[in-house]
T-cell receptor, first 114, second 111 residues
């Protein structure tokens, strides 16, 4: 069974540019989560989808971040315009049901904003 | 005070040693608790859930102390392959199972 995949693995962009990260969850997993780890800090929750609906987006830093999950399959996280403090590793995770404690993480996208 | 606090370490131990990590959490209404393992530049992977009664999985034992609001992870007979960062994860109280991560404790097992 394929795991959670994320694309790209690395992205280096300049401040003010736009970047779109993609996450493909494990097939059949309705729950999809986005997290971010800034260097030296803990992993922080960004938002949670159940199928195509946003269940909880309390962790989104500001309106420069837009997440979508059209059709309830893969998800994208767009940062526009990117700022220096957006640099970090963005993880996606999925789980079969929301009360399932085991979330399966993707390998992450390392974003560097210069 | 951070929601989930861990000693960052590193814990540097020889093979075969027993090592224990603690993690404290601030929200007394937290419902579920986990230990994840993260290898360098890799994604976190669930190591084990932590139950009130304590639970064991091979060389790993997890304990929960609700009164003192801490969880622990004990690793017996450490292996070189146990070297990693161990993340304490506590779900936020409320209807949504949104985990709060600690910063992680680094373990280095040397020959």
């Amino acid at each position: 069974e394929a795991g959670v995949t994320q694309f790209p693995s690395h992205s280096v962009i300049e401040k003010g540019q736009t970047v779109t990260l993609r996450c493909d969850p494990i097939s059949g997993h309705d729950n999809l989560y986005w997290y971010r780890r800034v260097m030296g800090k803990e992993i922080k929750f960004l938002l949670h989808f159940v199928k195509e609906s946003k269940q909880d987006e309390s962790g989104m830093p500001n309106n420069r971040f837009l997440a979508e999950r059209t059709g309830g399959t893969y998800s994208t996280l767009k940062v526009q315009p990117a700022e220096l403090e957006d640099s970090g590793v963005y993880f996606c995770a999925s789980s079969q049901i929301s009360s399932s404690y085991e979330q399966y993480f993707g390998p992450g996208t390392r974003l560097t904003v210069t | 005070r951070k929601e989930v606090e861990q000693d960052p370490g590193p814990f540097n131990v020889p093979e075969g040693a027993t090592v224990a990590f603690n993690c404290t959490y601030s929200n007394s209404a937290s419902q579920s608790f986990f230990w994840y393992r993260q290898d360098c530049r890799k994604e976190p992977k669930l190591l084990m859930s932590v139950y009130s009664s304590g639970n064991e999985d091979g060389r790993f034992t997890a304990q929960l102390n609700r009164a003192s609001q801490y969880i622990s992870l004990l690793i017996r007979d450490s292996k070189l392959s146990d070297s990693a960062t161990y993340l304490c994860v506590v779900n936020k109280a409320g209807g949504s199972y949104i985990p709060t991560f600690g910063r992680g404790t680094s373990l280095i097992v040397h020959p």
